[in-house]
């Protein structure tokens, strides 16, 4: 019988908590879209458009961390976060000479083909931020300002949302401050497409050391897809079952070969540069990195 107890207290020691809070700013209206993580951890979620959240861990002493463009990062223990207040941070710009542009030129980097990605990043029950490295060059002194942005999509669920993010580079060659000028929450419809974003009227100047494009997944329910084993016709005519299952959160964004490592991947609270996949690849991705397939279209 002692025994029997003994278990029953162990077992009910290590059952994960269901942690429920709110994002508000300081005037009280709820920030929808604000990625939290537990501190130096891998678990973490998305607060809804309402600033709803919820997380899932047994220790309400650790540390969440609460992160959003245009608010301070604020870190705060799990038991008190039921009420999570942010504080407004201003957004410092480079100072742009608007007058006289003329928008005369314009030439695309990163340019790849749609029908020729095979291989995609894809976030899963935690959120996470890959960016690529975009390095300034000789070309684009006659045209730095971004004019739009093109970045191929993949989604099994229609009106995926994910945020765009620019990041300048630091002297040690990784991602540092938030360059954004305004949250880019961006809409992605069902399937695979070439989503473009109109980037103008935000005069984004690429700086002299180049600058990284990144994408945030957010974990939130309307991003959210289950799937399961599942069958596929193979060339042969027979049918093979596919063992993967589980829960990710849309889009998936496809990926380019390239002989260099260009992406970076923020979790746990900081950013890693991506390795060379330890298995061999199919075609045109053998035994090279994989960068986000983005393109930019740049303007005078």
Do not use: C
Not at 31 to 42: G, H
Not at 68 to 96: D, M, N, W, Y
Not at 234 to 251: C, K, L, Q
């Amino acid at each position: 019988m002692h025994k029997i107890v003994v278990l029953l207290l162990f077992i009910s020691a290590n059952v994960v908590a269901q942690v429920k809070g709110k994002v508000a700013d300081e005037a009280k209206n709820p920030v929808a879209y604000v990625n939290i993580w537990v501190e130096d951890e891998n678990n973490g979620t998305t607060s809804d458009a309402n600033g709803d959240f919820t997380i899932l861990e047994k220790n309400k002493e650790k540390i969440l961390v609460f992160s959003a463009l245009g608010f301070e990062t604020k870190k705060v223990r799990i038991s008190e976060a039921e009420q999570v207040i942010l504080k407004s941070a201003p957004i410092h710009l480079q100072e742009i000479v608007i007058a006289g542009k003329k928008q005369s030129k314009t030439i695309t980097i990163g340019d790849y083909k749609k029908g020729g990605i095979s291989h995609f990043f894809s976030s899963g029950k935690n959120p996470w931020i890959v960016a690529r490295y975009f390095p300034f060059d000789v070309k684009m002194e006659q045209t730095p300002y971004i004019k739009e942005l093109t970045i191929m999509t993949d989604s099994e669920v229609d009106q995926a949302k994910f945020l765009l993010h620019f990041y300048e580079v630091t002297a040690n060659g990784n991602p540092g401050k938030d360059l954004t000028p305004e949250n880019n929450l961006i809409t992605v419809e069902k399937g695979q497409h070439n989503t473009t974003v109109k980037l103008e009227h935000q005069n984004l100047k690429i700086p002299g050391n180049g600058v990284f494009v990144a994408v945030e997944w957010l974990i939130i329910a309307e991003n959210k897809y289950d799937f399961s084993p599942s069958l596929k016709d193979t060339a042969s005519g027979s049918y093979t079952v596919s063992n993967f299952s589980g829960i990710r959160y849309e889009p998936r964004i496809g990926t380019v070969p390239s002989e260099e490592s260009t992406s970076w991947r923020f979790t746990m609270g900081r950013w890693t540069k991506f390795d060379k996949p330890n298995v061999s690849n199919i075609g045109k991705y053998n035994n090279k990195f994989n960068e986000l397939a983005i393109k930019l279209t740049l303007t005078n």
